[in-house]
T-cell receptor, first 114, second 114 residues
């Protein structure tokens, strides 16, 4: 079946622009996660949704970062007034149930802020 | 604070040789432990996971890992490396804190020489 998809795969933004990154999880998956992966680093947790509820947003680095999942399926990560330090790969993952299960990762969106 | 340490930034092994990638974690309770592999341009793929029970777990592609509580370690092993195993490997800990926030190590890049 279809895996987790993310769009766009690549995004170049000028500093100060707003960007929106989309994640389509595997159909029926309850849990959805966003991670930020800087060059040469491991992924860092940003936020977690259970259906449409955002249960943990402790990893969002600033109030410029905002995530939503209004219908419990597709999720959007929005970054306002992008800065150069926001350049990274943004990974989305989903898992089937609310208890810990295998997370399935999308290919990521590579964001470059100039 | 919870953390995951992968002491080796990169490792080079000969094809056919055995492999061990080290992982140490810091967490008060028994964690959920994972190893992921990331090939260039690819998403993260789960190799194996440990939740409870037998401390030696088998994964895909001939990998195994052993959980040692006394050493807070979860090292990944493979008896005979293939050239296609060249990739970045990440150890991760999931925290059973409701959101199942996952913390990743910085990764170990594996090079395989002929």
């Amino acid at each position: 079946g279809a895996g987790v998809s993310q769009s766009p795969r690549y995004k170049v933004a000028k500093r100060g622009q707003d960007v929106a990154l989309r994640c389509d999880p595997i159909s029926g998956h309850v849990s959805l996660f966003w991670y930020q992966q800087a060059l040469g680093q491991g992924p860092e947790f940003l936020t977690y949704f259970q259906n449409e509820a955002q249960l943990d947003k402790s990893g969002l680095p600033s109030d410029r970062f905002f995530a939503e999942r209004p219908e419990g399926s597709v999720s959007t990560l929005k970054i306002q007034r992008t800065q150069q330090e926001d350049s990274a790969v943004y990974l989305c993952a989903s898992s089937l149930a609310t208890k810990q299960e295998t997370q399935y990762f999308g290919p990521g969106t590579r964001l470059l802020v100039l | 604070a919870q953390s995951v340490t992968q002491p080796d930034i990169h490792i080079t092994v000969s094809e056919g040789a055995s492999l061990e990638l080290r992982c140490n974690y810091s967490y008060g309770a028994t964690p959920y432990l994972f190893w992921y592999v990331q090939s260039p341009g690819q998403g993260l793929q789960l190799l194996l996971k440990y939740f409870s029970g037998d401390t030696l777990v088998q994964g895909i592609k001939g990998f195994e890992a052993e959980f040692k509580r006394s050493q807070s370690s979860f090292n990944l092993r493979k008896p005979s490396v293939h050239w296609s195993d060249a990739a970045e490997y990440f150890c991760a800990v999931a925290l059973n804190t409701g959101g199942f926030k996952t913390i990743f190590g910085a990764g170990t890049r594996l090079f395989v020489k002929a």
